[in-house]
């Protein structure tokens, strides 16, 4: 879930603090699009296109999708997640659920909200890359803007698995059990990372471009203190990005082009388990370079 906007107020429900500065989350740039290396002899990779409106998220693709990876490139104001509910729960639920976490800090429903739904990864407006939608069934797309879900017609994938490759990467950004990042600690500027969560939440990628030698402690220490009114730190830089949703055990690819320096890696997906608090907060910050 998309939760760089709608995790002030979650927090400031949830911990009485606001904990996240809108500066600090909104100078995000949104990474260039760069186009993927067309595959070769194997099966070409589906190309899906979201585009996201006020109040609907438009897809086009192919008319039939077999299970496997595919390219996604997403257009318009906001992020563009896939969503794959459990029997019995569908869209009104998680819809439901979600927007009564995002209103009310209702913890019972982010976590009946998460037991019932996969996120197979996404990507903000302006970007691309590939996700996995490993297995036939419903997809649907999503978005967690600031008046709550807002979603599309759902994809269906059917068929035989196919077999695509996986695009080279520069490197990784892992989400760990802690929760903790790992992989690469030095990136191209421009370039292609995956991101895989081989943590037991769900977890997604904010790089925020910092001033050389900011610590992560630094950050914290901000995420901890800062009420929203104060001007953003002068350590935070002009450049950034984020990612849509993985849950558990799932993985991306996602093209960017930032400016080279120094970046603080964060999630601030709320854990259920600890008051909703977002994983940031919990420490899950690491300092990466884009050289
Ligand atoms: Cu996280």
């Known amino acids: 879930m998309q939760m760089a906007k709608t995790v002030r107020g979650v927090v400031a429900a949830v911990c009485a603090t ?9 100078t995000q740039a949104g990474a260039d699009a760069t186009t993927a290396p067309t595959a070769s002899r194997a099966a070409p990779m589906p190309h899906i296109t979201a585009t996201i409106t006020k109040k609907a998220i438009r897809v086009k693709g ?24 459990k029997r019995g729960y569908d869209l009104a639920d998680f819809t439901k659920d979600v927007n009564k976490f995002g ?13 019932n ?8 407006g302006g970007s691309s890359g590939t996700i996995v939608l490993p297995t036939a069934g419903s997809y649907t797309p999503f978005w967690l803007g600031e008046r709550g ?17 996986t695009p080279r990467v520069d490197g990784s950004i892992i989400a760990k059990v802690g929760p903790a990042w790992g992989g690469a ?4 500027a421009k370039g292609r990372f995956a991101f895989k969560n081989k943590g037991d939440e769900p977890h997604f990628v904010i790089l925020q471009q910092v001033a050389e030698g900011t610590t992560t402690d630094q950050v914290l220490q901000f995420l901890q203190t800062d009420d929203g009114t104060s001007p953003p730190p ?31 890696v964060m999630c601030f997906f709320p854990d259920p388990e600890m008051g909703g608090m977002p994983h940031a907060l919990m420490g899950m910050l690491r300092m990466i370079h884009l050289t």
């Open 117 to 124: 739904t996969t996120i197979f990864g996404g990507l903000s």
């Open 103 to 115: 209103a009310k800090g209702d913890l019972k429903a982010l976590k009946r909200a998460l037991r």
């Open 62 to 85: 192919p008319d039939t999708i077999r299970p496997g990876r595919v390219k996604l490139s997403v257009k318009g104001k906001g992020a563009v997640e896939l969503a794959r509910f």
């Open 234 to 264: 002068s350590w935070v830089l002009a450049g950034g990005m984020e990612t849509g949703t993985l849950s558990p055990r799932r993985s991306m690819t996602v093209n960017y082009d930032l400016p080279a320096g120094q970046y603080v």
């Open 18 to 26: 606001a904990l996240v500065s809108t500066p600090l989350l909104l």
């Open 149 to 165: 879900v807002v979603a599309g017609k759902a994809l269906v994938v059917r068929g035989a698995k196919r077999s695509t490759k």
């Open 185 to 188: 600690s030095s990136l191209p």
